[in-house]
């Protein structure tokens, strides 16, 4: 609707593939490179079925939506905003663009990601902490004095309960 067709090129990435894909093949033509010529047109015909597959989808889809104006209606090209996922026109102008960048739910959300991320470090940090804890203190455990001890005292306890026994059957 009243577009050149440089903004139809620059707003369509598609469109600037076969534009750019023209070119090159303009001059290698030109140049007498007929093979390298003939694969890039095979390569701009893809593209232009690509292009009318795209077209087929039901209006609404692929980022576009349908705006009623009157008994007429638009089509608007609209981006998701990674923050924040509220839909950005394309065509929106920066003025527009910094108000939004600069509104409550943006920053809040930027916010919540920031802080987000800070809490998953920390908790990283602290499991590191906690393995390498616990990695030491294995080692100290595995040392041979300790599982001396360990073994020693289980043989006190056999002992004890063998006492006991005697003891019991005795009476």
Do not use: F
Not at 12 to 31: C, F, H, N, T, Y
Not at 34 to 41: G, S
Not at 47 to 69: N, T, W
Not at 96 to 112: A, F, M, P
Request: proline residues 2%.
């Amino acid at each position: 609707y009243g577009e050149n067709e440089e903004e139809k090129i620059q707003n369509d990435p598609i469109q600037r593939q076969i534009a750019e894909l023209q070119a090159k093949a303009d001059s290698l033509g030109e140049d007498g490179n007929v093979d390298e010529y003939m694969a890039i047109l095979s390569q701009i015909e893809q593209l232009k079925q690509q292009k009318v597959q795209v077209q087929k989808l039901p209006d609404g889809a692929a980022g576009e939506v349908i705006q009623a104006h009157g008994s007429q209606p638009q089509q608007q090209k609209l981006r998701v905003c990674e923050v924040c996922a509220c839909y950005l026109s394309v065509l929106d102008s920066d003025r527009r663009l910094s108000d939004h960048l600069g509104g409550k739910l943006h920053i809040g959300y930027e916010t919540v990601r920031e802080k987000l991320k800070e809490l998953r470090e920390t908790r990283h940090q602290r499991r590191q902490e906690r393995s390498n804890a616990r990695t030491s203190s294995d080692r100290r455990d595995r040392s041979p004095e300790r599982s001396r001890d360990r073994s020693r005292d289980r043989d006190r306890e056999r002992e004890r309960e063998k006492d006991r026994d005697r003891d019991r059957y005795r009476d």
